[in-house]
């Protein structure tokens, strides 16, 4: 959901609990329900396929890029940022599966990108070979289809099947498909499901847990599957089992099979909100439910089941702190002990940030004051030891196993905003790691450097940013200065390198600063929490107070200084435009919400009430009506420059929140841009040469409308 830039590749941390797989899972391809009795004379533009509604679509972009597309600074920019995209000093980052490592991979003569593999003893020595397994430009040609790949599943343990999901131009719905990777030919006859929002995940070769829409009465009022079934090869899908239905209130629904050091467990999780979730687990032919709180995450590693506290938890005679890791022997947790033991418990500025385990060790990463720290627990004679793993402190530092089942070795991937992207590999039963490989350099860092500041909320909160720029920055207020924020669903923002904000933005004399703004999860589910709901305007006024800081400091002015943010962040911008249009010269609104009186009848907005608050209760109407940005808008209210970009193809948060955003913007008088991709879903784009011309279109508007006004 960081929307900031998306040049830098950066390899994920790979989470084992179950919360934050649950976040993961979320799609939805509804259309939006427009009842004629609203007055909202824009509601047509919500429409997503009617011939009106893309015929003004297609006038805005046509306008908006014949006024950005300046030939002289825009397609010399979308050239450098398309070489970067495609360059070939990128870091093929691998999935081991068996004896290869598997990679994905777009460039300039695969548009849409490459499955291919090599050797995994080839990989770690340096010399890859690779072999294609899917090539999906020639499966479009072959098919006359725009196919983005989604996700794939590996058939354990062999590693000879793959469920691969493909998106028709780039959206969240999907079609699944069987692979055979002996054959590397799609199985005749195979599992197969129609484009809908499905997930299917391996029970074993023969039969699949899936969810998708099954017919009337299969969805959830979010639009999502409800009911779990277990289908069976060479059965039509019609026949195969329900093992598990949910509730129309629910947000979704989903089994699959964790694999555990030789043991395997049946899943089924009934995600009830954004945070709250219940787990059952077969055991025989019956389905049993994880006596825990819904707003408990938790996995397994060796037998132990680990309990992540999202609140205080009461149990037993004790109460286990908010952010808490709890460990206890599974066996004996299901039969009734509640005994645990406390792996991890934070202080007022640590939380944990995700988990991983090798064969032999359990791995939590924290952050600490915004810092990285890795801690390792292994588990023997029934004991747990600790240490701690040294790791780059500042930047983005993330730890994956490579093989779970088998070894103790690691991948380690660091960066930060002016530090290039760097994979180690290496085994935690020694300190050594040796470096595979490093991204250059694709923007000049002369002169710049990273630093952290606080700004005073309206609260009092202190609140942390990040700040790009030159040595010798001078504090005349006239620097042109780029701020970012997102602030929600307890998402952290940490540094990392962008080369296309580098080679746009640092290297053009512009400051960059991220905010980390209540509502994200730089300091856990309590950072989170404080902005949540009713709570809201918390995240917009801590945005407020770095702005103003950045001014105080003499950093930047109302005349230099833009911003930018997206999804959620794309809220933050609709609140920021109308809120203190005074404060901001550009603003950057991607794929936003801006409607909040009618984000829950858009496609999947009924599973973000627990996040933002439900518009038909008249109490959560009150405060949402306060700061919704299109019910905000005045006539009379000078507003900063604007650019909208959104996808057609977004099934996540509806295109109609920037079309009637900007329609109403420009029926007032102001200054606004819309630029709508056809395709490109939630991500805006599905291939390099996309994601290199919105970039492109961005830093012209930015240009327009701050750097020619120095």
């Not at 998106?167 to 719905?173: E, K, N, P, V």
């Not at 040294?390 to 070795?409: H, K, L, Q, R």
């Not at 900007?662 to 879903?681: D, I, P, R, S, W």
Request: charged letters at 25%; proline letters at 4%; aromatic letters at 12%.
């Amino acid at each position: 959901m960081n929307e900031i830039i998306k040049c830098a590749i950066i390899c994920p941390m790979k989470r084992n609990s179950l919360f934050f797989a649950a976040l993961l899972l979320f799609c939805s391809c509804q259309q939006a329900d427009v009842p004629e009795t609203e007055d909202d004379h824009y509601l047509w533009l919500e429409e997503l396929q009617s011939e009106k509604a893309l015929s003004w679509v297609e006038n805005q972009n046509k306008q908006s890029q014949e006024l950005l597309e300046d030939k002289s600074y825009f397609e010399p920019l979308k050239q450098r940022l398309l070489s970067i995209l495609n360059s070939d000093d990128r870091i093929p980052y691998v999935e081991k599966a068996g004896k290869f490592g598997y990679n994905f991979w777009r460039d300039e003569k695969n548009l849409h990108g490459l499955f291919r593999r090599t050797l995994f003893e080839d990989y770690l020595n340096g010399n890859p070979v690779w072999e294609t397994v899917l090539d999906l430009d020639a499966l479009n040609r072959d098919e006359n289809k725009t196919w983005t790949w989604k996700t794939h599943r590996f058939l354990y343990p062999t590693y000879d099947r793959l469920l691969i999901s493909l998106s028709s131009g780039g959206g969240d719905a999907v079609v699944v498909r069987e692979f055979d990777l002996e054959t590397k030919q799609f199985v005749p006859d195979g599992f197969f499901l129609a484009e809908a929002k499905s997930d299917a995940r391996w029970k074993d070769k023969d039969h699949l847990y899936v969810t998708t829409d099954f017919g009337p009465g299969s969805l959830t009022q979010s639009g999502y599957p409800k009911i779990v079934k277990e289908w069976s090869r060479s059965t039509p899908l019609t026949e195969a089992k329900a093992v598990f239905v949910g509730e129309n209130q629910d947000v979704k629904v989903d089994g699959f099979v964790i694999h555990d050091h030789g043991q395997s467990y049946d899943l089924v999780y009934q995600l009830l909100s954004m945070t709250d979730y219940n787990i059952y687990l077969q055991r025989g032919n019956e389905w049993v439910k994880i006596d825990k709180p819904t707003d408990v995450g938790m996995s397994v590693f060796q037998g132990q089941f680990l309990f992540s506290l999202r609140n205080d938890w009461a149990i037993g005679g004790k109460t286990y702190a908010a952010e808490s890791l709890l460990a206890i022997d599974g066996d004996k947790f299901l039969a009734g002990d509640r005994n645990f033991q406390v792996l991890f418990e934070p202080d007022e500025r640590s939380c944990l940030e995700g988990t991983d385990n090798t064969k032999n060790f359990l791995v939590l990463s924290i952050l600490d004051n915004m810092r990285n720290k890795v801690m390792l627990y292994e588990f023997k004679e029934g004991q747990w030891t600790k240490t701690y793993f040294e790791v780059p402190s500042f930047g983005s530092t993330s730890i994956s196993a490579i093989d779970s089942d088998e070894s103790d070795d690691y991948f380690m991937s660091h960066s930060d905003y002016i530090t290039p992207s760097t994979l180690w590999v290496g085994n935690f039963n020694t300190p050594e790691r040796r470096q595979l490989q490093s991204l250059p350099h694709f923007f000049s860092i002369e002169d710049l450097h990273i630093q952290q500041f606080e700004a005073a909320s309206k609260d009092g909160t202190l609140i942390p940013y990040f700040q790009v720029s030159k040595k010798q920055t001078a504090q005349d207020g006239k620097q042109p200065t780029l701020l970012y924020g997102y602030g929600g669903f307890q998402i952290a923002l940490q540094p990392s390198y962008r080369p296309g904000l580098g080679a746009a933005w640092l290297e053009q004399g512009g400051v960059y600063v991220e905010a980390n703004i209540r509502g994200g999860g730089e300091f856990g589910s309590k950072w989170h929490e404080a902005a949540r709901k009713g709570n809201r305007q918390r995240s917009f006024d801590d945005f407020i107070a770095v702005a103003e800081d950045l001014v105080a400091r003499g950093v930047t002015s109302p005349q230099q200084l833009a911003i930018k943010g997206g999804s959620n962040g794309g809220l933050l911008m609709g609140a920021m435009l109308t809120q203190r249009p005074d404060l901001f010269k550009a603003v950057l609104c991607h794929v936003p919400l801006l409607d909040m009186l009618r984000y829950h009848k858009l496609l999947a907005g009924p599973s973000w009430i627990e996040e933002y608050g439900n518009p038909d209760k008249e109490e959560d109407q009150l405060f949402l009506k306060a700061y919704s940005p299109y019910h905000n808008l005045s006539e009379e209210k000078k507003y900063p420059n604007v650019l909208f970009m959104t996808s057609t193809k977004d099934d996540r948060v509806h295109p109609g929140h920037a079309r009637k955003m900007a329609a109403k913007m420009q029926e007032q008088g102001h200054n606004v841009f819309l630029y709508e991709n056809t395709v490109g879903g939630h991500a805006g784009a599905t291939t390099n040469e996309q994601v290199a011309h919105n970039v492109a279109l961005e830093f012209s508007f930015l240009k327009q409308h701050l750097l020619e006004n120095e």
